[in-house]
T-cell receptor
Framework: DQQVKQNSPSLSVQEGRISILNCDYT??????FLWYKKYPAEGPTFLIS?????DKNEDGRFTVFLNKSAKHLSLHIVPSQPGDSAVYFCAASVTSGTYKYIFGTGTRLKVLA | NAGVTQTPKFRILKIGQSMTLQCAQD?????MYWYRQDPGMGLKLIYYSVGAGITDKGEVPNGYNVSRSTTEDFPLRLELAAPSQTSVYFC???????????FGDGTRLSIL
């Protein structure tokens, strides 16, 4: 039972354009969401997060949008840069009574110069 | 600033052998986690700990054991290695609720 889904295994975008990575979840109890970026042979690094009390969080070129009614979140990268080429994972958690995160399967982003 | 350190980076085991994957963090985080990542898959939680002396099972604990005798260290033990345990293992630490986790660079384990 995949509670967090990233249905696009890969995405290619031209440098300077917007990258949109999507994530869907099934558990309505999730109330905290994160995006991680992973380069080859390295561990994931935290990118941006959002609490369920918000519908948008922005940090520089990165913005995460949360649509609770659709159980959907997205990560927007504007403008995309070649250094953004990596695998992006979304993760979700229920913050009350647990410290566990459920990860999606990842989307490989390639930014073309 | 080391963060989360995992050793070894690579290891090849024979079926039935045992080994311990080491994980240490220097951020004084109470929460520590072990994940495995299989090709094309997300990270699956094996075990986690909310403090020294406290551990609990994650999604895929079978075939593994953990201990947490200090805040800094969270070793993962494979007792009887099986080919299904071939994977990349990541250790992470965090401050707790609504806080991101910090990951090590992983241990790539092959069991032949």
């Amino acid at each position: 039972d995949q509670q967090v889904k990233q249905n696009s295994p890969s995405l290619s975008v031209q440098e300077g354009r917007i990258s949109i990575l999507n994530c869907d979840y099934t558990n309505s109890m999730f109330d905290y969401f994160l995006w991680y970026k992973k380069y080859p042979a390295e561990g994931p690094t935290f990118l941006i997060s959002i609490s369920s009390i918000k519908d948008k969080n922005e940090d520089g070129r990165f913005t995460v949008f949360l649509n609770k009614s659709a159980k959907h979140l997205s990560l927007h990268i504007v403008p995309s840069q070649p250094g953004d080429s990596a695998v992006y994972f979304c993760a979700a958690s229920v913050t009350s009574g647990t410290y566990k995160y459920i990860f999606g399967t990842g989307t490989r982003l390639k930014v073309l110069a | 600033n080391a963060g989360v350190t995992q050793t070894p980076k690579f290891r090849i085991l024979k079926i039935g052998q045992s080994m311990t994957l080491q994980c240490a963090q220097d951020m004084n985080h109470n929460y520590m986690y072990w994940y495995r990542q299989d090709p094309g898959m997300g990270l699956k939680l094996i075990y986690y700990s909310v403090g020294a002396g406290i551990t609990d099972k994650g999604e895929v604990p079978n075939g593994y054991n953990v201990s947490r005798s200090t805040t800094e260290d969270f070793p993962l033990r494979l007792e009887l290695a099986a080919p299904s345990q071939t994977s990349v293992y990541f250790c992470a630490s965090g401050q707790g609720l609504n806080q991101p986790q910090h990951f090590g660079d992983g241990t790539r384990l092959s069991i032949l």
